[in-house]
């Protein structure tokens, strides 16, 4: 049994846009190494529409946002995506991976927004190593009933 208290504690809440799966399994599985290392608790959103990524996510705090381009049709979309989360005030850490016949459109993501943009996936895991200290993270229970409840308590310091 764990002797980490469910109900208080800090979480990152990434959302990934990824057709299949295979860049979001290997995020997964980083960031839940780096959570167990750091007491971290990971809340990932699959984003099912890229269109609509920007609003999905507009609703809760992310720390981290990952987008995974396979092919060149979903290139727009993506750039949009990255571009309209990137004016947000909170907006999260944005890291993309592009598929490595894609390479030439790294220049053209990392402008639209991306922080991270890399054809490989260990580059992406290095870099993300590099900047999950850097992330939002969330400081509220882990229990639905009291998810943000942390976050409302009314003393000072106790949701720094």
Do not use: K
Request: one cysteine or more.
């Amino acid at each position: 049994m764990s002797d980490r208290n469910p109900l208080v504690g800090q979480a990152l809440n990434w959302a990934s846009w990824d057709q299949t799966n295979v860049i979001t399994a290997m995020l997964s599985s980083v960031l839940a190494q780096w959570g167990r290392e750091n007491g971290v608790t990971m809340r990932l959103t699959r984003v099912e529409s890229i269109s609509h990524f920007a609003d999905h996510i507009s609703h809760q705090i992310v720390g981290l946002a990952a987008w995974s381009v396979w092919d060149v049709a979903s290139l727009e979309s993506v750039c949009g995506s990255l571009a309209a989360i990137g004016r947000r005030a909170d907006s999260p850490t944005r890291v993309c991976y592009v598929a490595p016949e894609l390479a030439g459109s790294i220049g053209l993501l990392a402008e639209a927004g991306a922080q991270i943009v890399t054809d490989q996936q260990h580059d992406l895991q290095s870099g993300l190593m590099r900047v999950l200290g850097h992330c939002r993270l969330t400081n509220h229970g882990f229990h639905p009933l009291t998810r943000g409840l942390v976050d409302r308590l009314p003393w000072p310091g106790v949701n720094s």
